[in-house]
């Protein structure tokens, strides 16, 4: 919650992580006794900023994931590499609430429209190790993420729109939600 620019309310990060990695050497699919290793450094620099009133909000946000890599080969030396990929996104919606009766029951029902927009722009990252990446789940949530990956060894180039919409309802007396249904569509951008 700093003030940049004259306006409160941002929100700044900077997650770091160093990791090293190590496998066994195989020869014909069995061990050697030998092992080879990587060491990877992670920096996500991260901005966004929330404006919201009752109904709607806004959040634009900026990051930077750089990645430094130091992998052993199997002759024995070092090989090492480095990537810097930003991304940019928008994320926005509407709530709206409605008293609903079903089955005898008082509820709270929503309706929630949401669009959201990313970029990240093609890097090459063929030559570098993959030691935890993989492909998201396909689910609702992840058709708002900015990456289909999760890890921290590919960072997926993007260019899409999603809109989506959610209902939901809730118990009237301790706001639990009950039933959650929505659908969305991606758009990939060329």
Known sequence: NQTLFGAPGWDLSLGTNVTRFQRAVLSAGVPTG?????????????IARRWQAPGWYVTPKARVHMARY??????????SATRTVPTVSIDSGLVFERPAEFFGTSYIQTLEPRAFATWTPFRDQSKLPNYDSGARDFNYSSMFAEHAFSGNDRISDTRAVTVGVSSRLLDSDTGAEVVRLGVAQRALLA
């Open 70 to 79: 130091s992998n052993d080969n199997t002759t024995g030396s070092t090989v």
């Open 34 to 46: 030998r092992e080879i290793g990587g060491d990877r450094s992670v920096a996500v620099a991260q």
